[in-house]
């Protein structure tokens, strides 16, 4: 599929997507007879695993890191047992860091909600004139 689609699959612009080719991080899988890129299902299940650590802050580096392990662990290569656990491992990591600021995430949301109702009540308790 064409970048276009991509782009509305994943909810991504074109220049994010665009960004994340010129660092690494997805690069497209073929290029059509016109020079257009080309994307398959697994670049797009690529795209998603960044698009859904951005907002987690995870950096590009660890995006990278992250991608590259589980890359590794799916791949059909036999892998030696300590270095699968050393991969596995990485990824628990990222699993953990992931948990940590989704509970940050729920207490500033709930924080949020608290205001905006505080907000709402003080509207509510204002005398028409």
Do not use: N
Request: cysteine-free; glycine content about 6%; hydrophobic content about 40%.
């Amino acid at each position: 599929m064409q970048i276009g689609e991509v782009a509305a699959r994943t909810e991504l612009s074109l220049r994010t997507i665009r960004h994340y080719e010129e660092t690494g991080l997805v690069i497209p899988s073929a290029r059509s007879q016109g020079g257009f890129r080309l994307y398959t299902e697994a670049d797009v299940a690529r795209l998603m695993v960044i698009r859904r650590m951005k907002p987690l802050g995870f950096t590009l580096d660890e995006m990278r890191d992250l991608l590259d392990a589980t890359d590794r662990l799916d791949s059909d290569e036999e892998l030696p047992a300590d270095e699968r656990e050393a991969l596995l491992e990485r990824v628990r990591g990222y699993e953990q860091g992931a948990s940590e600021q989704v509970e940050k995430l729920r207490t500033q949301l709930a924080r949020a909600e608290e205001f905006a109702a505080t907000l709402h009540e003080r509207l509510t308790r204002v005398p028409a004139h």
